[in-house]
């Protein structure tokens, strides 16, 4: 269970995303009229389009927030990049990783973010900023970063679609960040959290063989957490679950 000592805080939450354009807008991606049909017919109309970039997104995001609760950048002394659009960025440096990089850190210098040691999460997935989140709070709580600020953000290439495959959802363009640290602004503390994976589910998977895994999956984790964290899991006020991993963030008490 969590050492009430060492709780840490999931603090300034914010976001921002694209312009807002009709579910109609895929057909132009390669995506065929049945599958917008399907989507459209499920309650999908809108999804989101930025004609900035990941960075542009993120300075004035975090620009904003630090101003809106006077934050001293200097104090933030870890930040993590959660993200997979390495391709997204800018379609002149499509690919291009140094240029990522290097537009990463010259986002950080134009937000003060001088003392923050760069960290990243890129490989699980839609699970990458509750990864983060999890090694941001192992950071904070052993002692070795006070304040993290989180980074999530992903822009979809021309060159990729924007559908989830097997068809189970539709990708935006957006940013969102929080910082993590031991002081309490929110009230929300970080609960416990859980890991786990099915490598068998696959992007060629039949819809109804995807669901059939992805349930046993959500049912291992949530019987994982339920003895690591030794509390029913509508204990908590919030539950974040996807089929990678789940993480709880609970009121302070």
Request: glycine share 6%; with cysteine; charged share 20%.
């Amino acid at each position: 269970m969590t050492d009430l000592k060492s709780t840490t805080y999931l603090n300034f939450i914010n976001y921002k995303v694209g312009d807002q354009v009709s579910i109609e807008e895929l057909g132009h991606n390669n995506v065929s009229r049945e599958l917008v049909t399907i989507l459209r017919n499920s309650g999908l109309e809108k999804f989101c389009v930025s004609k900035e970039t990941i960075w542009q997104m993120l300075e004035a995001l975090i620009q904003e927030q630090l101003e809106r609760y006077s934050i001293d950048p200097v104090s933030i002394d870890g930040v993590l990049m959660a993200t997979e659009s390495f391709s997204g960025v800018e379609e002149s440096e499509s690919g291009n990783y140094f240029s990522f990089r290097h537009k990463f850190y010259e986002m950080l210098r134009k937000c003060g973010l001088i003392n923050a040691y760069p960290l990243s999460m890129s490989f699980s997935g839609c699970a990458n900023l509750l990864s983060g989140l999890a090694l941001a709070n192992e950071m904070v709580q052993t002692g070795r970063m006070s304040k993290v600020l989180i980074l999530a953000g992903d822009r979809i290439s021309s060159a990729y679609s924007r559908v989830i495959p097997p068809a189970i959802g539709v990708l935006s363009d957006g940013v969102s960040m929080c910082i993590v640290s031991k002081e309490n602004t929110s009230g929300l503390a970080i609960g416990e959290y859980s890991f786990g994976a099915n490598l068998n589910i696959t992007d060629d998977m039949d819809m109804g063989k995807y669901i059939v895994s992805l349930r046993s999956c959500i049912k291992e984790l949530s019987e994982k957490f339920q003895k690591i964290s030794q509390k029913r899991i509508d204990a908590y006020q919030r539950v974040f679950i996807n089929n990678y991993s789940l993480t709880t963030v609970h009121p302070n008490s």
